[in-house]
């Protein structure tokens, strides 16, 4: 995933929000905890870059093993659940929310080591070819990247929905 990490956060928090009835947090919170959680693994990006220098894929770093954010996951539920009326709690948990859902959406096209550290094979649903130069065009003229742009545009809506006040009629 290139482009829809942050949408896809987006669309989790409002999820969250449209589920829970009474939130100890302002929306405006709960929707920033689930964008930077949707981030946080790719913040690997920045030992990859400057102190690494590429040499050992991101997607191996512990940052993005899902292992441990189901790890944290579940220390944030059980927080939740003892602590219904606390805000960090809430916020915690939708943090690593958008965390395991940034390591799902990178399963898709990416390796991700799904049982690391005790396992070492990487897992994806797609594969990518390599055909282009530089490496991100393959990414970008796969059909993959029309799911981003999806998950890009379906945000865009609940941003607007939200923003117009406008309600989704009830289910029947």
Not at 22 to 51: I, Q
Not at 114 to 139: C, E, G, H, I, S
Request: contains cysteine.
């Amino acid at each position: 995933m290139f482009i829809a990490h942050l949408p896809s956060g987006y669309i989790l928090s409002v999820t969250v929000l449209e589920r829970i009835r009474t939130a100890p947090a302002t929306a405006f919170a709960v929707v920033l905890a689930g964008m930077l959680g949707a981030l946080a693994p790719d913040l690997d990006l920045l030992y990859f870059y400057l102190v690494d220098h590429r040499q050992t894929l991101h997607h191996k770093y512990i940052s993005h093993w899902p292992l441990a954010w189901i790890a944290l996951l579940a220390v944030a539920i059980v927080w939740r659940s003892l602590a219904t009326r606390s805000t960090t709690a809430l916020l915690f948990l939708v943090f690593c929310l958008g965390a395991v859902l940034h390591v799902v959406l990178d399963s898709f096209v990416g390796d991700v080591w799904w049982f690391a550290p005790f396992v070492d094979q990487p897992y994806a649903f797609f594969t990518v070819p390599a055909r282009f130069k530089p490496w991100w065009l393959n990414f970008i003229f796969h059909w993959s990247f029309a799911v981003e742009l999806l998950i890009c545009v379906w945000a865009l809506l609940i941003y607007r929905r939200r923003s117009t006040g406008t309600k989704k009629p009830p289910a029947s």
